[in-house]
């Protein structure tokens, strides 16, 4: 649910691994960690942002973290959104960049 409202939000691809094929920009989307606690689940997510440049990572970035709030709505088990946290990670060897956006949900998983 989280890589396709990625997808949806920012209008670029997004997968679960970095596409070897993939045209910038892309998303990469996984769970970074978090604590379960039946019935709830406390997911960290980690949004890299993989980028033809630094101001467009950033762009894209800041888009996301804007639109974090709007997570709740993308599916009824998403019951809240914690604050996003911003990092540029560097310089890729082709001259692309990475950005990433990391936020913690709170879900409810029972079934």
């Given at each position: 649910m989280?890589?396709?409202?990625t997808a949806s939000v920012l209008s670029i691809p997004a997968a679960t691994y970095p596409q070897a094929s993939a045209q910038r920009?892309?998303?990469v989307v996984n769970r970074a960690g978090g604590p379960v606690d039946y019935p709830h689940d406390y997911p960290r997510?980690?949004?890299?942002?993989w980028c033809d440049t630094?101001?467009?990572?950033e762009?894209?970035?800041y888009q996301l973290a804007k639109a974090l709030p709007s997570i709740t709505e993308a599916h009824e088990r998403?019951?809240?959104v914690g604050n996003a946290e911003?990092?540029?990670?560097?310089?890729?060897e082709d001259g692309g960049f990475i950005w990433q956006v990391n936020f913690d949900l709170a879900t409810?998983?029972?079934d």
């Amino acid at each position: 649910m989280v890589r396709e409202w990625t997808a949806s939000v920012l209008s670029i691809p997004a997968a679960t691994y970095p596409q070897a094929s993939a045209q910038r920009p892309y998303a990469v989307v996984n769970r970074a960690g978090g604590p379960v606690d039946y019935p709830h689940d406390y997911p960290r997510y980690s949004v890299q942002l993989w980028c033809d440049t630094d101001a467009q990572g950033e762009t894209l970035a800041y888009q996301l973290a804007k639109a974090l709030p709007s997570i709740t709505e993308a599916h009824e088990r998403i019951n809240a959104v914690g604050n996003a946290e911003l990092t540029q990670l560097g310089y890729l060897e082709d001259g692309g960049f990475i950005w990433q956006v990391n936020f913690d949900l709170a879900t409810n998983i029972r079934d």
